[in-house]
């Protein structure tokens, strides 16, 4: 079979990314404009200003993933882009430069779903890497612990009832004046903390259920904050922080190795922005070697949003003949598995 090569394009959030990737595999460049440093300042995304961004920044951020990848347009055998879920205002910048560049090279064009492309950064991580397994997906706005038994079905185990782990994170990183975004500040202060000082709740909800639910534990916190604020007492923010995401990651990795256990898989894969998480891919990979499994995580570029995956994405849908209108529309609500 020739070589397919997919332009991604991905501004469902608040990073605009642009990426060529060959047989949704191999990563021939991958630009990210992240806009952190202008939200940060407003203590977390601004959606109007993420849209105002994306169209700054989408032009230039294309070019640049095309001569990275040393490629012509005309090299181009699809152009895949993010359609949902994410900030409308934001999708629909990605969306209509997708449609245009589609339009105007009489280039296929496929619309993905995000949170399918956050699972297909494990393709890229490892080329042998294949179906079935166990994904465990945490994003800031996702938390999904899916069976993959193709690259086109995902059967639903469980999923967050409340907080994202990630906006759990960015929540609680808000409480303790760390500021925006929460994942990497907490991360970097748990090194510095002791994770058994503060016993925060573990939530594991019903027996042999696979949902999530992390708004108590950032209750439990805040909680915390405002009990040692009344009483005048020292907050030691590096072991809020390390007990926070102890607790987080217990219930993050037991659910995953039970979930394995279930479907009778011994692949795990991890996904999505907070799969960036130091301590929790130390853990999972500890637990992971103690029950024999083996597991794949991106590397943190390939966590946190970026067009590579998206373009991987395009590849599967692509090669299995599904192609987008010139009507393609962004849809914020996009759940995982609808078209
Ligand atoms: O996947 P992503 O980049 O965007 C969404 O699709 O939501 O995930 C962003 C989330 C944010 O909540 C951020 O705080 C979290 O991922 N995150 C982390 C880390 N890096 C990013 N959480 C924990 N530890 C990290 N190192
Ligand atoms: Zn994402």
């Not at 999530?212 to 534990?217: A, E, R, Y």
Request: net charge negative; charged share 20%.
């Amino acid at each position: 079979m020739n070589d397919v090569i997919v332009l991604g394009i991905e501004t469902s959030c608040d990073e605009t990314a642009a990426a060529v990737v060959r047989n949704g595999r191999f990563v021939l460049s991958n630009t990210i404009a992240s806009q952190i440093d202008v939200h940060t300042v407003y203590g977390g995304v601004v959606p109007e200003i993420a849209s105002r961004k994306h169209i700054e920044n989408i032009d230039w951020v294309i070019d640049k993933a095309m001569s990275d990848a040393n490629v012509s347009f005309n090299d181009i055998d699809a152009i895949a882009v993010t359609y949902g879920p994410g900030l409308v205002g934001a999708l629909l910048v990605g969306v209509a430069e997708a449609k245009a560049l589609a339009y105007a090279l009489k280039k296929p064009l496929v619309g993905v779903n995000h949170i399918e492309g956050h699972i297909c950064a494990n393709y890229i991580q490892d080329i042998n890497f294949e179906p079935p397994y166990i994904a465990l997906v945490v994003s800031g706005g996702h938390s999904h612990l899916l069976y993959v038994s193709d690259y086109y079905n995902f059967e639903i185990l469980g999923r967050t009832r409340d907080d994202a782990a990630g906006e759990a994170y960015d929540k609680v990183a808000r409480a303790i004046g760390m500021g925006y975004p929460g994942g990497p500040k907490i991360d970097n202060a748990a090194k510095l903390g002791n994770a058994e000082a503060i016993k925060f709740p573990r939530v594991f909800l019903e027996d042999e259920s696979f949902d999530f639910s992390f708004s108590g534990l950032k209750s439990a916190v805040l909680n915390y904050i405002n009990k040692m604020k009344m009483t005048n007492s020292d907050i030691y923010v590096n072991d809020v922080a390390a007990s926070f995401q102890n607790a987080v990651i217990e219930v993050l990795t037991q659910k995953t190795i039970s979930a394995a256990k279930f479907k009778n898989t011994n692949k795990i894969a991890m996904a999505g922005g907070v799969s960036a998480n130091s301590a929790l891919r130390r853990e999972m990979k500890k637990l992971c070697d103690e029950n024999g499994f083996s597991l794949n995580v991106p590397d943190p570029i390939f966590c946190t949003d970026n067009a590579a995956m998206i373009a991987s994405a395009g590849y599967y849908e692509f090669i299995k003949g599904v192609k987008s209108d010139i009507d393609l529309n962004a849809n914020p609500n996009l759940k995982l598995g609808e078209r």
